[in-house]
């Protein structure tokens, strides 16, 4: 065996997995090389000194960590204290609230509060879509009155025609002026109304003091 | 050592909040982990402060550790990762290391030795008063972190797992995330290292 397969078996017999044939054969070695003899023990004398080494006394110190292991244990216990019927509600509170939100989307549940108390009540899914039906209708109207003020605005500073914008606005006081016309002749078969109901009151009176 | 029996539930009620059955658990390993920062660092004050964050490192990862391996292996696994973001704090600045005349920057190694005499030259008063055995003990440790400082951290954690800790090739491998044969054999160098070290140290 040469030095050099001597010293690659010392790894492993420093690991402690040196087989007992490849031991009988770096014995018989170092038998006869002194220099490998000595590089192990120089190796042994080093790992016994490293084995020297006495345990020295933990200084006081501060355990609970500058107060961290007190703060978390308050905290857990605080949330033990918050168990109702062994149940964690810290644990399970957004669950239930989430589960209770979840109800009320899909079975449209109304709550109002009247002079009876609390009134829980499930809606219809037709009431859904009839308020839908008319808020979408609504919506429709609207944007279509929008675009056609725009289109009008448009049109009108595009065409820079005076006479136009002055034969609208004549048509928009003449329609205005009709609209007055029926208005004022409503009020005046309202009035007619009321003065024959006053009359037929008056002739009613009359007849019961006879 | 594994996480069994009183160990199991001490670990148990710390998780749950217990601050007594914290410091219990604190108690049992804390000799350990003093020790091991005091051979990696060389002076009191960085061991303490080397082991106030292993523990403060242990204690924010309790409920991570699941039982499966020794509760000692994962505690110097999380030990080992301290000790290189301290080393990575210490190193000192290329400047700094010109200045000083020394060609290796690795301040956790290089600055080791002077803090280490610092240290027992400020004993020297209170050792005259201790019993003999004592003294010899701090010479002998001072001998042995002067021989670890000749390593680089990473050597230096494999001594200490194998030697310190007693840990299978296995088991430092875990901790140290390499394979168990690299473990072998840097563990077979690094004693070559301390064997010159200690050679050179009894010639002065």
């Given at each position: 065996?040469?030095?050099?397969?001597?010293?690659?078996?010392?790894?492993?017999?420093?690991?402690?997995?040196?087989?007992?044939?490849?031991?009988?054969?770096?014995?018989?070695?170092?038998?006869?090389?002194?220099?490998?003899?000595?590089?192990?023990?120089?190796?042994?004398?080093?790992?016994?000194?490293?084995?020297?080494?006495?345990?020295?006394?933990?200084?006081?110190?501060?355990?609970?960590?500058?107060?961290?292991?007190?703060?978390?244990?308050?905290?857990?216990?605080?949330?033990?204290?918050s168990s109702w019927l062994g149940l964690d509600i810290w644990?399970?509170?957004?669950?239930?609230?989430?589960?209770?939100?979840?109800?009320?989307?899909?079975?449209?549940?109304?709550v109002s509060v009247g002079r009876d108390g609390v009134d829980?009540?499930?809606?219809?899914?037709?009431?859904?879509?009839?308020?839908?039906?008319?808020?979408?209708?609504?919506?429709?109207?609207?944007?279509?009155?929008?675009?056609?003020?725009?289109?009008?605005?448009?049109?009108?500073?595009?065409?820079?025609?005076?006479?136009?914008?002055?034969?609208?606005?004549?048509?928009?006081?003449?329609?205005?002026?009709?609209?007055?016309?029926?208005?004022?002749?409503?009020?005046?078969?309202?009035?007619?109304?009321?003065?024959?109901?006053?009359?037929?009151?008056?002739?009613?009176?009359?007849?019961?003091?006879? | 050592?594994?996480?069994?029996?009183?160990?199991?539930?001490?670990?148990?009620?710390?998780?749950?909040?217990?601050?007594?059955?914290?410091?219990?658990?604190?108690?049992?390993?804390?000799?350990?982990?003093?020790?091991?920062?005091?051979?990696?660092?060389?002076?009191?004050?960085?061991?303490?402060?080397?082991?106030?964050?292993?523990?403060?490192?242990?204690?924010?990862?309790?409920?991570?550790?699941?039982?499966?391996?020794?509760?000692?292996?994962?505690?110097?696994?999380?030990?080992?990762?301290?000790?290189?973001?301290?080393?990575?704090?210490?190193?000192?600045?290329?400047?700094?290391?010109?200045?000083?005349?020394?060609?290796?920057?690795?301040?956790?190694?290089?600055?080791?030795?002077?803090?280490?005499?610092?240290?027992?030259?400020?004993?020297?008063?209170?050792?005259?008063?201790?019993?003999?055995?004592?003294?010899?003990?701090?010479?002998?440790?001072?001998?042995?972190?002067?021989?670890?400082?000749?390593?680089?951290?990473?050597?230096?954690?494999?001594?200490?797992?194998?030697?310190?800790?007693?840990?299978?090739?296995?088991?430092?491998?875990?901790?140290?995330?390499?394979?168990?044969?690299?473990?072998?054999?840097?563990?077979?160098?690094?004693?070559?290292?301390?064997?010159?070290?200690?050679?050179?140290?009894?010639?002065?």
């Amino acid at each position: 065996m040469k030095c050099e397969q001597a010293s690659a078996m010392f790894e492993d017999l420093f690991a402690e997995t040196l087989g007992s044939a490849a031991r009988i054969e770096l014995a018989s070695h170092l038998h006869s090389c002194d220099s490998c003899r000595q590089q192990l023990l120089g190796l042994e004398t080093t790992l016994s000194a490293l084995h020297q080494w006495r345990d020295q006394a933990v200084p006081e110190w501060d355990r609970s960590l500058g107060g961290e292991i007190g703060r978390n244990a308050q905290s857990k216990n605080s949330k033990q204290n918050s168990s109702w019927l062994g149940l964690d509600i810290w644990r399970w509170s957004p669950l239930a609230m989430a589960a209770v939100l979840v109800l009320a989307v899909l079975f449209n549940v109304q709550v109002s509060v009247g002079r009876d108390g609390v009134d829980i009540s499930l809606g219809s899914s037709t009431e859904i879509s009839r308020l839908l039906a008319r808020q979408r209708e609504e919506q429709r109207e609207e944007t279509l009155a929008m675009l056609t003020a725009a289109m009008e605005q448009m049109s009108a500073s595009n065409r820079d025609n005076l006479q136009q914008v002055v034969q609208y606005f004549e048509q928009q006081r003449e329609r205005d002026m009709r609209m007055l016309e029926a208005g004022y002749q409503q009020l005046l078969d309202s009035d007619y109304q009321t003065i024959r109901s006053v009359q037929q009151l008056v002739s009613y009176v009359q007849n019961e003091q006879q | 050592m594994t996480a069994t029996g009183v160990e199991e539930e001490l670990i148990a009620a710390a998780l749950q909040g217990s601050a007594a059955a914290w410091e219990q658990l604190v108690r049992r390993h804390e000799s350990r982990v003093y020790n091991f920062a005091l051979r990696l660092t060389g002076n009191p004050a960085d061991a303490r402060d080397l082991m106030q964050e292993v523990f403060l490192g242990m204690f924010r990862n309790l409920h991570n550790f699941r039982g499966d391996a020794q509760f000692s292996s994962w505690l110097f696994r999380i030990a080992h990762n301290k000790s290189v973001d301290m080393k990575r704090r210490q190193r000192p600045s290329l400047m700094q290391s010109l200045q000083a005349g020394h060609g290796d920057v690795g301040g956790f190694d290089s600055s080791f030795e002077g803090a280490l005499d610092a240290g027992l030259g400020g004993r020297e008063a209170a050792q005259a008063q201790q019993p003999e055995q004592s003294a010899i003990s701090e010479q002998d440790n001072a001998r042995i972190n002067r021989m670890l400082a000749a390593l680089p951290l990473e050597q230096r954690m494999l001594v200490e797992l194998k030697v310190y800790q007693a840990m299978t090739f296995e088991d430092i491998a875990a901790v140290l995330d390499i394979p168990a044969n690299t473990a072998k054999t840097r563990f077979y160098n690094a004693l070559g290292k301390l064997k010159i070290r200690m050679e050179q140290d009894d010639e002065m």
